[in-house]
């Protein structure tokens, strides 16, 4: 939902745009100085041999946490990621951000002080989200970045975490719980869009193409899949008290779209298993995520999502944390994660519980009567994490994928 606020700042801005261009220039001159002022105040890449700058979007904290996998692990590689702010305050979620554009300073001379700065630094860029990085950073497309960067030598991949390019009817057909099944309403139609959008932009992109979680190798069969990465260490220290050690086990949900992680469903059950004195239920929403890792460490269970049938960032830290995961993953997605673990010398055991709207609440009361071999799953999580999800096999892909050329 748009704030007053940001209503107000747009009617503004179109009431500007409005007036006579000399009028209008003098009108937005001492903004344009604030946003240019900004934008010149950004960090220079540091000097390396291989200098990689992931952007605009910053999904989930997820680019920052590439570009510091590929800075620890790669040698000779230093990294930057931009995050291009939306409305005028930041998210609540407040992840870490290399480079930070206000709303602000994106009225500024984004292309001639920030875009000439990238072009000028970097020898390599992964496009989140098929949106550029030199301009135009939300309405823009990745294509008017491409011979851009090409021309100066820069190689460059295009990222997807997800919803910007999963087809919601082709979801729908796949999934029997689907959060896109049903009358469509405009968040979907605007979803459906955006997903349409990108998938022009992709038949036209001949580079490489990543994905952030398994399901979205059926979404797009080209792609690479480059794992999600948390911090492992600090989630692991952060774990409280024995997993289910407690009579009333603590379970955690923490959506950050309710309705694509099926919180309806969710709550149905926790409430009512909390109501007949079963478990505690604890719902967190809007939380910064420096804090995160003391919310999960002292749950006994984290609840992530019940109908997309992929893992997230949240499941992630939960099996860094050791606590009990649960989630519906596809029978393809868990195949997938198991082969990858295999892979990496683990014996191919997804530590995570499945579960669906119509499963939940028998899942949870089987780990009430089977404490023991559910503590026991979950403490795989931590050595799943170090194998997966603690940066070195993102660092092994973006160097084969994108930085070894």
Known sequence: MVSPVSRLRRLAWRGLAALPAPVREVATLPVRRRADAELRALTPMPPARRRLYLGPWNTAGQAYAWARAAERHLPGVAAQNLVAHRAATAGSFRYPADHELSALAQRGHVREIHGARVLREATHVLLESGRPVLADLHAGSMLADVPVLEAAGIRHAVLYHGSEIRDLRAHAEAYVHSPFHGPWD??????????????RDLAAYAG??????????????????????????????????????????????????????????VERVLEGMQSAGLVEYRRLTGVPHAQMAAFVGDADVIVDQVVLGNPGVLLAETLAAGRLAVAHLAPGVRDRMSQADRERGGDGVVPVLDADPDTLEEVLRSVLDDRGRHTELAGRGPAWARRHHDGARAAEVLDRVLLST
């Open 186 to 199: 405009d968040y979907l139609r605007t979803l459906q869009s955006v997903v349409e959008r990108n998938e």
């Open 208 to 265: 490489p193409v990543l994905v952030s979680t398994p399901d979205l190798l059926d979404v797009l069969p080209g792609a690479t899949w480059l794992p999600l990465v948390v911090e492992v260490e600090r989630f692991a220290g952060a774990a409280g008290a024995p997993v289910l050690a407690r009579p009333r086990p603590v379970v955690l949900h923490a959506p950050s779209n309710p309705r694509l992680k099926g919180t309806e469903a």
